[in-house]
């Protein structure tokens, strides 16, 4: 792993923002993890992937079926926000096999559980926008989001194909990248140092399982072209989706990419990283609040990765505030479309 460390651990500004949070949830006499209103949306979009699922093996395809398509990619990109995102953070619920089940609904869509972990709250979340570690800004050489990535001529289109590359990464994901952490034991320069049986065998079942429910099933029963049509479709819409939400909190022209100094140290102490790799986006819109499982309220995540994001709105307020209070910069988009236009301009920006 690797040896960076982060300047003055004993800051008085996060003990302060902790000190504020837990007396958030004390006096108001709640958990920090999710509810009732949490775990009935997690039987809701389960409950849709199951119908879209049923109805797309047996209707006769054609155009309702490709609208179905697009509504399942969203519901996988969902189902990641809200359910599998707060499980692996072990904040779904207060019960450890619950947090692990909706954890693991990342295996029924194809990817591995095990491998996400490590690869967001180990590194991600650690070592936020910082090149060479943080895996989730590693898309070279495709793309050049921060300055410490080699240039090549096509990043002059990168404004431009984003769309298309984004919209490939999730079958890219469950097909490639997975296997490419598995054999390497590698995620970026982080080692992975054992992979206990248990995880091996989950991890090649449910690939299988994966294999059989969304390719082999749905080719015997409607054919390969429609079901190539149609697992294509599903699969842009999760993969755009999902990178979008990712770009937006963390590769915009507000952020920063710290870079380690000689000694392997970064200038800010932890917290205070994270505020600056970190943007908010249209927190007041409830449907995207919703939709989004609190993704857009990114600062709040990374400083409290294990609170559920049902209660975000009003931890951003005490963030907000003790931000203030220590002259924190803290940034947010008031809309997606803002947060959009400042992901293409920053791709714009390292394309020269
Ligand atoms: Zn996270």
């Known amino acids: 792993m690797s040896r960076i460390t982060f300047s003055h651990p004993q800051n008085q500004f996060f003990s302060t923002l902790s000190r504020n949070v837990d007396a958030y949830f004390r006096e108001n006499k709640i958990k920090i993890t999710g509810n009732k209103k949490l775990h009935s949306k997690a039987i809701f979009l389960i409950s849709l992937l199951t119908v879209s699922y049923v109805a797309l093996l047996t209707i006769s395809p054609g155009w309702f079926s490709i609208m179905i398509c697009i509504l399942l990619g969203f519901n996988f990109a969902a189902i990641g926000f809200n359910v599998m995102h707060d499980g692996a953070h072990g904040s779904f619920s207060n019960k450890k096999w619950l947090n692990?089940?909706?954890?693991?609904?990342?295996?029924?869509?194809?990817?591995?559980?095990?491998?996400?972990?490590?690869?967001?709250?180990?590194?991600?979340?650690s070592f936020t926008n910082i090149e060479d570690i943080d895996d989730d800004i590693d898309i070279k050489p495709w793309m050049r989001v921060s300055k410490g990535q080699p240039k090549f001529w096509f990043h002059k289109f990168q404004h431009i194909y984003?769309?298309?590359?984004?919209?490939?990464?999730?079958?890219?994901?469950?097909?490639?990248?997975?296997?490419?952490?598995?054999?390497?034991?590698?995620?970026?320069?982080?080692?992975?140092?054992k992979i206990s049986k248990q995880e091996h065998l989950i991890f090649w079942a449910s690939k299988m399982f994966y294999l059989v429910l969304f390719v082999a099933l749905p080719i015997s029963i409607v054919g390969w072209k429609f079901w190539l049509l149609g697992y294509l479709t599903t699969g842009f819409v999760t993969g755009l989706t999902i990178s979008i939400v990712f770009q937006l909190a963390h590769v915009v022209e507000e952020v920063e990419f710290p870079i380690p100094n000689e000694a392997n140290k970064i200038q800010s102490e932890w917290a205070t990283h994270q505020i600056q790799t970190t943007a908010d986006f249209a927190t007041k819109n409830k449907f995207v609040s919703w939709y989004l499982g609190g993704l857009n309220f990114q600062v709040v995540h990374h400083l409290f990765p294990r609170i559920s994001h049902i209660h975000y709105p009003k931890i951003q307020q005490i963030v907000k505030e003790t931000c203030e209070q220590f002259q924190v910069p803290y940034f947010e988009f008031q809309t997606v479309g803002g947060a959009i236009k400042s992901h293409v301009k920053h791709l714009k920006n390292l394309r020269d």
């Open 162 to 193: 984003w769309v298309f590359l984004y919209g490939i990464t999730y079958i890219l994901w469950v097909f490639y990248l997975d296997f490419q952490k598995y054999f390497s034991r590698k995620i970026a320069v982080h080692e992975i140092n």
């Open 100 to 125: 692990e089940l909706a954890a693991y609904s990342l295996n029924l869509l194809g990817a591995s559980s095990f491998l996400w972990k490590i690869k967001h709250n180990v590194v991600h979340h």
